[in-house]
C-alpha cells in the first residue's frame, strides 16, 4: 500500500491542524495505522495508532487528550486531528500501516508516507 501524507503547515501555539494521509489500493481496510513524527535530532516517536476495524485507538501520553486519530475506510483516508498545539509538537509527521492489530513500535510498521512537516510557534 502506498500512502501520502498531507496537511501539515505553521500555526502559532494553541490553534488546530487536521492531517490526513490518502492511500491506494483495495486492501485499506485490512491494515492497521500509525501516526509518528520526528522533530529534528530527535528519533521517530509514536503518536497514534488506529485498528484496522477503526474499533479501537491508541494514543502517546503526551497528545492524549488534544490530538484525536480516526479512518474513513471507504475513502482510504487516516486522519490526525490535532488540537490544543504546542511548541514541542513541531517534527515530520508520518503515517504508517501495518497488516494485522495496531503497535506504538515504529519497527512493526511495513509501509510508511514521505511525511508531512508540522512546525509550531510560540
Known amino acids: 500500500v502506498q500512502l501520502q501524507a498531507s496537511g501539515g503547515g505553521l500555526v502559532q501555539a494553541g490553534e488546530s491542524l487536521r492531517l490526513s494521509c490518502a492511500a491506494s489500493g483495495r486492501t485499506f481496510g485490512r491494515f492497521s495505522l500509525g501516526w509518528f513524527r520526528q522533530a529534528p535530532g530527535k528519533e521517530r516517536e509514536f503518536v497514534a495508532s488506529?485498528?484496522?476495524?477503526?474499533?479501537?485507538?491508541l494514543h502517546a501520553d503526551s497528545v492524549k487528550g488534544r490530538f484525536a486519530i480516526s479512518r474513513d475506510n471507504a475513502k482510504n483516508t487516516l486522519y490526525l486531528q490535532m488540537n490544543s498545539l504546542r511548541p514541542e509538537d513541531t517534527a515530520i509527521y508520518y503515517c504508517a500501516s501495518r497488516v494485522g492489530t495496531y503497535s506504538r513500535d515504529v519497527k512493526a510498521y511495513n509501509y510508511w508516507g514521505q511525511g508531512t512537516l508540522v512546525t509550531v510557534s510560540s
Open positions: 488506529i485498528l484496522w476495524s477503526g474499533s479501537s485507538t
